[in-house]
Each structure stands twice: as structure tokens, then as C-alpha cells.
């Protein structure tokens, strides 16, 4: 078993231990992976600000984050270069971040890899600067390189990645060797072929040769466009095996001890389907998964008050009560009223009752309890003495509202579990943390504290 999964249960999945994971020397890499838009970019700044404030030396390698959570760690723009973030850190823990450059990092690699007077070439050339910023699968290559780099220098005990929001959870690992097989592929070789060649030679080649397939090029491409890729692969040649070679050590890396993964999802049907592919394909490449990050979970202080008892209570309040009779049959009423007052009475006192146990719910239903606070206030009762029927009437309005709400929270955790149910009846052996759903966005390091301490318990608030 993991040194990052405490055991629970034959019916729970095992908890996932988030600060064990995080305590661990041996811990050097962890990569946040998921679909886009379940909070991989926060859950993975959450990391590193429990990390450095545990000792952690850590660096948090961001995808374009929102514009609130980067200054929210002292990041104002776009930078390629690790920067300290301040008012994080203890017992020598220190947090660095970063967020990638996707053009930048692929102009790093040509300045490293080819002389100068051939990289400003292919620096300048138009064909090299569509592909560096927005080529299929060259972010996701890009993460991976600068992955890489940052392994090499040593400077950080801890590296966390935030991967791409790709369409796909599954682009972080297939578009390395999509962009390989690309610089790979038979189409660059045709176009290398004329430079392998050399001089004049190559180009009578190229013309004798290839005519026919030149001139389609022309047309589908523009002979000037065609011209920068030619000139493109020329310059670059030399380099095109370096990116396979490089992407290679760097999958590597991924699936070496001291590497783990998380991946993130949210309580939704297409989140979950799209972790469970992540699951099965990490098992399949022999990469180490740490655990499942399962945020934005609902979960309510007054759970043990079902739904279906909320909305009996809500209509009793609203409808009068099964029981309770109708003005003008003060015959039945007057034969049977100590039965009936007793049971209007035990009716209402369970409704409020129920009422109070729902106002203790967390996140989202405490701004809910406090519109209806608001409402109240805006429509005051009418004037008369305590327990008038127009002051009984507002009461039993706000209450009935409030259990609808409650019972509308309580069937979203419903189905939120059912989800969760059926992940979990497909992979037991995972890990699970979940982290309770919030009123607003995360956009400080107290926000992102408040994550971190959630995912070290692991289970929702009110749960």
C-alpha cells in the first residue's frame, strides 16, 4: 500500500493521506492532471503552499492560471523564470512559481541546441513561429520540457505541475509523442530530403524529383509558406532528434520513484468518466498514481435530515397541514380538538425544528439562509402582538422556503454520491480525497490555505 493512503474501510475508498504524500522525501514530482475546469491550477497552488509551509523547498509550474490566483502568489504577468512567492514558507520551506511560456521555452531549447547564426534563423522564420505558439500538442510539450529542465538544475525538493487544460486529460501524455512523430514523420523528410542532398544538387532534386508534389504544395500551402517550411526544416534538422530524445527521458521521468500523480475531478458524471480513463491509461504506461483530488463536493451540516422529510414539511407549512381543517367546520374541529391542535402544533414544531438544523448547513446554503434573513427584514410581519396568524404566517413561509433549499442541497449530495459510487465501484483501490465545495473563488494565499487544509482532511466540510 502507499505511504500516501490511509485505510478506511471494505465499503469507503482508502483516504488519500495529502500531507504524508507531501512530507516524503522521496516525494520529487507531483503532477496535478484532470479535464479542464475542475481546479487542477488551484488544487496545484493549494500543494505547494501546504508544502513550503511544512519545509518543502517547492516550485509550482502553472498553465495560465486565472488572473486572481496569480496575484494571489505574487505573480503579475506571464514569466518563464521561478519567482519566490512571499509570505509562504516555515522551518526553511520556501514556494517558488511559475507559469509556462509556451514560445518561450521552445525558443530556450533552439538556443540551446543549434549555433547562433542558425538560431536567429529559425527564430525569425514565420513557419518556426506558428508552430512555437500555437501547434497542436505543443503546450503539452512544452510542459513537459520545461518539467525536464527544472528536474535537471536540482534547485527545488518538490516540483508540482499544473498540466495544460487540454480538451483532454489524456493530451499531457500523448502530445509528445504526437509533435515527435510529427517532426518525425514522413512529410518532414520529404522536405528534408533537398537539404540532405545539398546546393544546387538538392534543388535539382527537389525540382526534378518532386515537381508534381511541390506544385500541389504550392497550392494547398502558398509558395511562400512552403518556402519557410523548407527553410524551417533545413535549419532545424539537426534538432529533430533531440525533441523525441528529449521527450523520451522526460516520460521517463514520469514514471520513475519519487514521481506521483493526482488526478483532479469534480463530482460530475463527465469529469469522473474522463479521470477514470486517466486511472486506467497511468496503470497502463506504469505510472505511479498517488490518489484521486475530487473538489467542489457538497456536503451539509444538517444531513441527517433527508430530503423527503424537508419537502413533507415544507408543504405541511405551506398547505396548512394533512390534518388541519378548513374554516366553518367548527362541529369537527370542536369534536376532535385536543387530537387535531396537538397534531397542527407537533407538525409546525418539527418543521422548525427541521429549520434550525437546516440553517447550520455549510458553504453554499449559508448565503441562501442569509437571503432569507434578508427577506424577512424586507417584509416585516404584520403589526401585533407575538404569534398573531400574520406573524405566524411569515415564519411559516421563510421556514418552508428554507427546507426546499435544504432539500434541494440534500438531493444534489445524493447525486453527487452516486457518482462518486460509481468511480469508485470501477477503481476501490484508489485513493480519495475530497474537498468541500466553496462559496467564492479562491484568489489569496489565505483562500488557498483554506484548500490545503481541506485536502489534508480529505473529506468534505459538514460530511
Not at 509558395?223 to 539537426?238: G, H, I, P, R, Y
Not at 380538538?337 to 425544528?353: D, F, I, L, M, S
Request: aromatic fraction near 4%; charge should be negative; hydrophobic fraction near 45%.
Amino acid at each position: 500500500m502507499s505511504e500516501g493512503v490511509d485505510i478506511v474501510g471494505l465499503d469507503t475508498p482508502p483516504r488519500l493521506a495529502v500531507d504524508r504524500l507531501l512530507d516524503d522525501p522521496e516525494t520529487r514530482i507531483v503532477v496535478c492532471c484532470g479535464a479542464g475546469g475542475v481546479g487542477k491550477t488551484t488544487t496545484a497552488a493549494a500543494l505547494g503552499v501546504r508544502a513550503a509551509g511544512r519545509g518543502r523547498k517547492a516550485v509550482v509550474l502553472t498553465i495560465d492560471p486565472a488572473r486572481r490566483l496569480a496575484q494571489s502568489m505574487g505573480i503579475d504577468s506571464l514569466d518563464n523564470t521561478p519567482r519566490k512567492v512571499v509570505g509562504v514558507g516555515a522551518d526553511g520551506g520556501e514556494l517558488h512559481a511559475m507559469m509556462l511560456d509556451m514560445k518561450r521555452t521552445f525558443d530556450e531549447i533552439v538556443e540551446a541546441h543549434a549555433d547562433g547564426e542558425r538560431a536567429r534563423a529559425i527564430l525569425a522564420n514565420p513557419f518556426y513561429q506558428s508552430l512555437s505558439a500555437g501547434f497542436a500538442g505543443t503546450q503539452e510539450y512544452m510542459a513537459m520540457e520545461k518539467l525536464g529542465q527544472l528536474r535537471a538544475r536540482d534547485d527545488w525538493d518538490l516540483i508540482i505541475v499544473d498540466t495544460p487544460p487540454s480538451r483532454s486529460a489524456l493530451d499531457f501524455l500523448d502530445a509528445p509523442k504526437r509533435l515527435g512523430s510529427f517532426l518525425d514523420g514522413k512529410f518532414i523528410r520529404v522536405l528534408m530530403a533537398p537539404a540532405k542532398v545539398g546546393g544546387r544538387a538538392g534543388m535539382k532534386f527537389l525540382n526534378v524529383g518532386m515537381s508534381m508534389m511541390t506544385g500541389t504544395l504550392s497550392k494547398l500551402m502558398g509558395a511562400s509558406l512552403l518556402k519557410d517550411v523548407q527553410t524551417f526544416v533545413a535549419a532545424m534538422d539537426t534538432m529533430f532528434g533531440g525533441f523525441r530524445t528529449r521527450a523520451d527521458a522526460t516520460f521517463r521521468l514520469l514514471q520513475a520513484p519519487g514521481t506521483a500523480f493526482l488526478v483532479v475531478a469534480a463530482p460530475e458524471a463527465d469529469a469522473l468518466r474522463e479521470a477514470a480513463y486517466f486511472v486506467e491509461r497511468l496503470a497502463a504506461e506504469s505510472m505511479p498514481l498517488a490518489g484521486l483530488v475530487l473538489n467542489r463536493v457538497h456536503g451539509s451540516g444538517a444531513d441527517q435530515l433527508s430530503a423527503e422529510r424537508a419537502l413533507a414539511a415544507a408543504e405541511n407549512l405551506e398547505e396548512g397541514g394533512i390534518v388541519d381543517q378548513e374554516s366553518g367546520k367548527a362541529g369537527l374541529r370542536d369534536t376532535a380538538a385536543g387530537p387535531t391542535e396537538t397534531a397542527g402544533t407537533t407538525q409546525t414544531a418539527t418543521a422548525r425544528t427541521a429549520t434550525t438544523r437546516t440553517t447550520t448547513a455549510r458553504t453554499a446554503t449559508a448565503p441562501t439562509t442569509e437571503t432569507a434573513r434578508t427577506a424577512k427584514t424586507a417584509n416585516p410581519p404584520e403589526t401585533g402582538s407575538p404569534g398573531t396568524e400574520g406573524d405566524t404566517a411569515v415564519v411559516d413561509r421563510i421556514t418552508a422556503g428554507l427546507l426546499r433549499l435544504h432539500a434541494e442541497r440534500m438531493q444534489v449530495i445524493a447525486r453527487e454520491q452516486r457518482t462518486r459510487d460509481r468511480f469508485t465501484s470501477l477503481h476501490p483501490e484508489v485513493a480519495v480525497a475530497e474537498v468541500a465545495a466553496l462559496p467564492g473563488d479562491v484568489h489569496d494565499l489565505a483562500g488557498l490555505r483554506a484548500i490545503g487544509e481541506r485536502l489534508a482532511a480529505g473529506v468534505p466540510a459538514g460530511a
